[in-house]
């Protein structure tokens, strides 16, 4: 079912193009305890094409987030979606050495991509030449999104409360947080203080243009906040200048994730058409495909009076 707002946001960021899909693609990834490999979607025709790197939750793997990645691609962007090492075919659980560091090696990872797009390009047949390296966003879900966050200037409290390393990347110039972890200190609870230190974060840091999209009945079983600590890149940090906030919406946002996986919990097509067009007419504006996408579709959303979400921004 395609309601009047999916029907009005499609008159303004149109119709998709046929994508091409790829993977896995090896990337060198010395240290790495497994390889690093990568699945990349672009749209079959077409020059300068921005990169969006999406960085899964946890669990996850460079196959899910369809509704998402492949959307995406059909419009216009060079997706690229890494395994990382929590996914569960790598079998590293909270007890395994690698674990602690795992954080960090996420964040890695999407430098890894960027320092080698060449590598990229050349494993997806009519790829060559075609991307635009000069547009970057990073995006990511939950655990994806604060990874995504560091490469857009966020970092992390250490122990004694000072704010830790920038592992900010100068090659990416937006991103959108989904369901992105909040604000710690006491509010964690003792499970996540012991082993989650990333979900200390500071957002002052956070300069880099980006969009925040939060569900209002996401309540998280590792902080005693309710579904507002999903929002607080966008309270607290300088960058982030829009909030989407779903309502009814759970961790899944209606299944971005895929809509028969076992994470998404309030399955609702509507809602994931609605993040698909809203989000990409925010990665057009961001990226300068086009500046009068996510002005148009902010106001055409917010006119419609739908009672599916509603827009903030700064």
């Not at 193009?17 to 090896?26: H, L, Q, T």
């Not at 669990?59 to 996914?87: E, M």
């Not at 300069?207 to 999903?230: E, H, K, N, Y």
């Not at 994931?272 to 809203?278: K, L, W």
Request: hydrophobic content about 40%.
């Amino acid at each position: 079912m395609t309601s009047s707002t999916v029907s009005t946001l499609d008159g303004i960021i149109g119709a998709g193009r046929p994508v091409v899909s790829v993977a896995p693609i090896a990337l060198s990834a010395p240290g790495r305890p497994v390889p690093l490999e990568v699945r990349v979607s672009a749209p079959a025709t077409g020059t300068d094409l921005p990169v969006v790197l999406f960085s899964h939750g946890n669990g996850w793997n460079l196959d899910g987030y369809a509704p998402l990645t492949a959307f995406w691609a059909s419009r216009g962007f060079v997706v690229i979606q890494p395994t990382h090492l929590d996914s569960r075919r790598n079998r590293f659980g909270f007890d395994h050495p690698v674990f602690p560091r795992i954080w960090t090696e996420r964040i890695a990872d999407l430098a890894r991509i960027l320092d080698q797009i060449d590598t990229i390009e050349a494993a997806v047949p009519g790829l060559g030449g075609r991307i635009d390296r000069s547009r970057v966003a990073a995006t990511g879900h939950s655990w994806g999104g604060q990874t995504a966050q560091a490469l857009l200037g966020a970092r992390i409290f250490d122990e004694s409360g000072q704010v830790g390393e920038d592992m900010s990347d100068d090659r990416v110039a937006a991103g959108i947080l989904f369901a992105a972890t909040g604000v710690g200190g006491d509010d964690l609870h003792p499970f996540a203080q012991a082993n989650f230190p990333f979900m200390r974060p500071s957002f002052q840091e956070l300069t880099t243009p980006t969009l925040v999209i939060a569900g209002d009945r996401d309540q998280s079983t590792m902080s005693s906040r309710g579904p507002d600590w999903f929002t607080d890149a966008y309270t607290c940090s300088p960058g982030a200048t829009d909030l989407l906030t779903f309502h009814g919406a759970e961790h899944s946002l209606g299944g971005i994730v895929g809509h028969e996986v076992a994470e998404t919990t309030d399955e609702n097509p509507e809602r994931v058409a609605i993040i698909q067009r809203m989000s990409t007419a925010y990665l057009r504006t961001a990226l300068n495909v086009d500046e009068t996408s996510w002005p148009a579709v902010r106001t055409a959303f917010s006119e419609s009076n739908d009672p599916i979400a509603h827009v903030d921004s700064k």
